[in-house]
């Protein structure tokens, strides 16, 4: 066997490592040189045992067992079965995943798997089609604005939206801006672009499937300490844990006094290290900086009579508007 030959075999050998075997099945030296054999390549038993400790020696976690079967299989991969399991529900939870791409990119993370147990999971799929996007460039999209973020270039995007027209919902051309952007956000399902309309000195969200048409552009982006406060690095985190629901608005500090049962929730929300303070014995305030806006009164809303507004008197307000709005739409 030529020095090449021998190359090539210990590739299609640890493809087979990968792809066909597991804890279930192990396979013997001579049903692994048969196995070679439908790649076309031929060997003897006793080479496979010396590929076998190069590929142990490269790193693959290969080891020999006697029961229930003799043979060797791979123990451990690059991600084990859960970890496969919860990146492809994430795919398949994505809204701004088209089918068609949702489909490519399991199959894809399927293959970090053997055969068999991609073949366990996939019978586990369940892919809704009616609420994926229709969008197939939001690959291209997301790159774009990838290489837009490290360069600190602008982007000429065409954003849609969607209107009724004739009592029919159509989706309109859109408008086409120049945006400053700053960072990626996946949140409540959709993916957001963080960035500042170069007309404006705020900053804005954009949902990457409402993007129709995207172009970078060579000139240098307004930098995000003139459209925000954070000045060496825009901390993505931090600003995620202002906003709610993707809305902006005027920064505040807000104080809640809220019912026992919501702790998880106010934890879950603003970070285990939020102050609590105990109310009485049924109640805790607790206060936090964030941005006031429409999707900060919808989420105190969602809880009833468990939140109540302390301050700011501004917020106070807003709920109580809110309230009455829907309160007139039953009378």
């Known amino acids: 066997m030529s020095k090449e030959t021998n190359k090539v075999k210990l590739l299609f050998l640890s493809d087979i490592f990968i792809r066909q075997t597991d804890e279930n099945h192990a396979f013997s030296a001579t049903e692994l040189c048969d196995m070679l054999e439908g790649y076309g390549v031929k060997c003897e038993r006793k080479s496979i045992y010396s ?9 693959l976690d290969i080891v020999n ?12 991969r690059k991600f084990d079965l859960a970890e ?12 701004f995943i088209s089918t068609a791409k949702t489909k490519s990119l399991i199959y894809k993370i399927g293959s970090f798997l053997s055969e068999y147990q991609e073949e366990e999971i996939r019978e586990q799929v369940y892919i809704n089609s009616s609420y994926k996007s229709e969008k197939e460039d939001i690959y291209d999209i997301i790159r774009t604005l990838d290489i837009a973020i490290k360069q600190s270039k602008q982007v000429r995007v065409t954003y849609a939206k969607r209107k009724l027209e004739n009592r029919f919902l159509k989706k309109s051309e859109g408008k086409t801006f120049i945006i400053n952007p700053y960072s990626l956000l996946w949140s409540n399902d959709h993916y957001y672009l963080i960035c500042n309309n170069d007309k404006y000195s705020n900053l804005m969200h954009l949902r990457l499937d409402r993007i129709s048409e995207i172009e970078p552009l060579d000139t240098k982006a307004k930098h995000f300490s003139k459209v925000s406060k954070y000045t060496d690095k825009f901390d993505t985190s ?24 919501l702790i998880d929730d106010i934890l879950e929300r603003f ?12 109640h805790f305030i607790f206060r936090a900086e964030v941005e006031l806006s429409s999707g900060l009164v919808s989420w105190i809303m969602q809880f009833g009579t468990d939140v109540k507004v302390l301050s700011p008197h501004q917020l106070t307000e807003a709920v109580k508007e809110k309230a009455k709005e829907i309160l007139s739409s039953y009378e």
């Open 84 to 95: 496969v399991r919860l990146l492809i529900d994430a795919v398949q939870a994505a809204r």
């Open 271 to 282: 970070g285990e290290s939020t102050p609590i303070k105990i109310y009485d014995e049924s």
């Open 51 to 59: 590929d076998i400790d190069a590929l142990c020696e490269y790193g």
């Open 238 to 261: 931090d600003y995620s844990n202002r906003i709610f629901n993707m809305f902006t608005g005027e920064n505040a500090e807000i104080e809640l006094c809220c019912s026992n049962n």
């Open 65 to 76: 067992v006697r029961t229930p079967k003799r043979g060797y299989y791979l123990r451990s």
